[in-house]
């Protein structure tokens, strides 16, 4: 099955679930190559857009995504990846999930997670993500 990159200008968005529970862990964007590393090598790599470059999750921090299933939305312009988290947070603030903000009717943004992990921890004092 080919999968339509062209609409997003190469990108598909990569909606990352556990595989386990059904959580939401994160959404990120691969490109034709990003999906071939991800499927070559079991571990779950993205394009980012703000560095123009791939980068497989948790190189730098360790929180590896275990690719466990791969499933492709009705218009094959979208990814559900399904994978195991290597570690405790996905999230590069420390939380297990990237979603750990409610936003309110009222407008009001809600923290409604607790944080696994500190940004030190997962990237060392001093260095950023």
Known sequence: MELDFEKENGLIPAIVQDHTNGEVLMLGF?????LARTQET???TFFSRSRQKL????????QKLLLRELRVDCDRDALLVRAELEGGAVCHEGYRSCFFRQLGRDGEVRV???RVVTP??????????
């Open 112 to 114: 409604v997670a607790e």
């Open 55 to 62: 980068w497989t999750k948790g190189e730098t921090s360790g």
């Open 30 to 34: 691969m490109n034709r190559e990003a």
């Open 120 to 129: 030190e921890e997962l990237y060392g004092k001093g260095r950023k993500p």
């Open 42 to 44: 079991g571990f779950v």
